[in-house]
């Protein structure tokens, strides 16, 4: 089928990779919260140029059982069905039920868009990211050092405004210099691109976007140099946090507030560290009340109505805690825990299963992402989990030639 003289499937697979790589990027500048429904838009249009492939539905409908069965979709799908069965023992149900339907439309579309992405151009991939970093970096700058354009299109003022959006674009970049490296065209422009997005996160006030720089360059020469335990090491150091993390804020969580409060250190005053460290000390305790099942998923949005139990309304009453371990207990106790761990531990199997020359570079950006995932945003924030989908299915679901099915996914 033709349009205007031209494939239809061909036109709907660039189009779908547009969307994904180059307007996406830049929509994230004004907007991170349109991430999801371009991500949506462009996981449509993939998928049907690769339906009205000759042969495309068939082995897209083949690719999904596979897809489906391999372990982290597993326990991806395990930990949603928690969610839902945490609605049984939450103080409040109907906010249970709604964030677990969240939850799961991104599980669903994080499948959805590696479904649809698999096989694609690498090199054709990164051309079009390329494009995307090439319009997204000048609009960035220009919010930081010119004239915000944001404000006039809604956004919020202020400082922390802009944090996602940093962050954001120097994921895909990252994303970029890794694909470029694979092969051995456009590595300047990407190298360039990812040095710039680099410089912009370190003049930005993003400090979880300067940290997630500092995570992923301390993480990649490791990684070069020793790949294979690289992944296994960050793999058992995430899960170990994880474990570990909010046990150490409600023992020991005064005793640092007391220590950086005294330190008289600019770093501490200027940073968000006492802020973050006040946060997971209100939240932590409450962690034991319900140390098995936890306070229901989505449990730390805050509610007009008291929790009977604590009299609050809700166990911090403020939000999310700005840290992925101690929400996870929080919401699913010790379940929650061993389903996060599984979730770890399958990721890393896939890394592990994937192009050994991807590898580093993937280490690197999981990396990056699990320190900014341990003090900054809300565990399941749509936008971030949407990122998180499309930076990892760009590194591992693309191919070096022809489409190749499931070959080098690790499925």
């Known amino acids: 089928m033709r349009l205007f003289g031209w494939p239809l499937a061909s036109l709907l697979s660039s189009l779908g990779l547009?969307?994904?790589t180059i307007v996406l990027p830049v929509a994230a500048i004004f907007s991170t919260r349109s991430s999801v429904l371009l991500l949506s838009l462009a996981s449509a249009s993939l998928l049907l140029g690769r339906m009205m492939r000759p042969g495309g539905t068939a082995e897209v409908v083949q690719e999904a059982g596979s897809l489906l069965r391999a372990p982290l979709t597993l326990t991806l799908i395990a930990f949603v069905i928690a969610a839902f069965a945490s609605a049984g023992w939450a103080a409040y149900p109907s906010t249970t039920l709604q964030y677990a339907v969240r939850l799961l439309g991104n599980v669903v579309l994080g499948i959805a868009f590696a479904l649809a992405i698999s096989g694609e151009s690498r090199e054709r991939v990164l051309r079009f990211l390329l494009v995307g970093l090439a319009l997204a970096l000048p609009l960035l700058l220009n919010e930081l050092r010119g004239y915000p354009l944001r404000p006039l299109l809604g956004a919020r003022p202020g400082a922390d405004a802009i944090n996602r959006t940093v962050l954001n674009t120097g994921m895909f970049a990252t994303?970029?210099?890794?694909?470029?490296?694979?092969?051995r065209k456009y590595r300047l422009p990407a190298s360039v691109f990812c040095a710039v997005a680099a410089?912009?996160?370190?003049?930005?006030?993003?400090?979880?976007?300067?940290?997630?720089?500092v995570a992923a360059g301390l993480a990649l020469p490791v990684a070069i140099l020793f790949p294979r335990v690289a992944a296994r090491a960050l793999a058992a150091?995430?899960?170990?946090l994880v474990m570990l993390f909010p046990f150490f804020v409600i023992h020991l969580g005064n005793v640092l507030k007391a220590i950086l409060s005294n330190s008289g250190s600019g770093f501490v005053r200027e940073s968000n560290a006492l802020a973050r460290l006040e946060i997971w000390s209100q939240a932590a305790p409450a962690i034991l009340d319900r140390f098995f099942l936890g306070w229901g998923f989505a449990a730390e949005r805050p509610s007009n109505l008291p929790i009977p139990e604590t009299g609050l309304t809700g166990p911090i009453g403020q939000g999310h805690p700005h840290d992925l371990a101690i929400q996870v207990?929080?919401?699913l106790g010790l379940l929650g825990f061993v389903l996060v761990a599984a979730v770890f531990l399958a990721t890393a199997r896939l890394f592990l299963k994937s192009d050994p020359?991807?590898?580093?570079?993937?280490?690197?950006?999981?990396?990056g992402v699990f320190a900014v995932w341990m003090v900054s945003h809300g565990a399941y924030q749509e936008w971030w989990l949407a990122l998180i989908s499309i930076v990892f299915c760009l590194l591992l679901r693309t191919s070096d030639g022809v489409r190749k099915g499931l070959a080098g996914t690790g499925r």
Do not use: C, I, K, N
Not at 201 to 213: E, N, T
């Open 18 to 20: 547009a969307l994904a």
């Open 175 to 183: 994303t970029s210099v890794v694909l470029a490296f694979v092969g």
């Open 199 to 213: 410089l912009l996160a370190f003049v930005s006030p993003s400090q979880s976007s300067a940290l997630y720089w």
């Open 237 to 240: 150091a995430s899960v170990a």
């Open 329 to 331: 207990w929080l919401d």
């Open 357 to 367: 020359e991807r590898l580093p570079g993937a280490v690197a950006l999981a990396a």
